[in-house]
């Protein structure tokens, strides 16, 4: 199975942005927090959306060429949604 290419939104602090980000199977939230040195943020799948746990594996949670969204506490999400 190939793995999907997803886009990283950064929400807060010194690293707002976007980044690239292949996610495979076995992929999970702490893989991705630790590839991109994003100790300290919560990902998500958007606004009003759970904040996923370390563990979670996301290949099932996103489409290729879908977004994730890792924000600090308190940063509302509404600007990033395009």
């Known amino acids: ?3 999907k290419n997803v886009t990283l939104v950064i929400a807060g602090g010194p690293s707002d942005g976007h980044r690239q980000q292949v ?3 076995n992929t999970t ?5 630790g590839e991109q040195n994003l100790q300290g943020y919560q990902l998500s799948l958007g606004q009003g959306k759970p904040f996923l746990s370390g563990r979670d594996k996301v290949y099932g949670l996103i ?3 879908g977004k994730i969204y890792a924000t600090t506490i308190g940063v509302n999400l509404s600007r990033y949604n395009e």
């Not at 939230?29 to 927090?33: A, F, G, H, K, S």
């Open 23 to 25: 996610v495979t199977e």
């Open 1 to 3: 199975m190939e793995g």
């Open 29 to 33: 939230v702490d893989d991705i927090v």
């Open 63 to 65: 489409e290729n060429g």
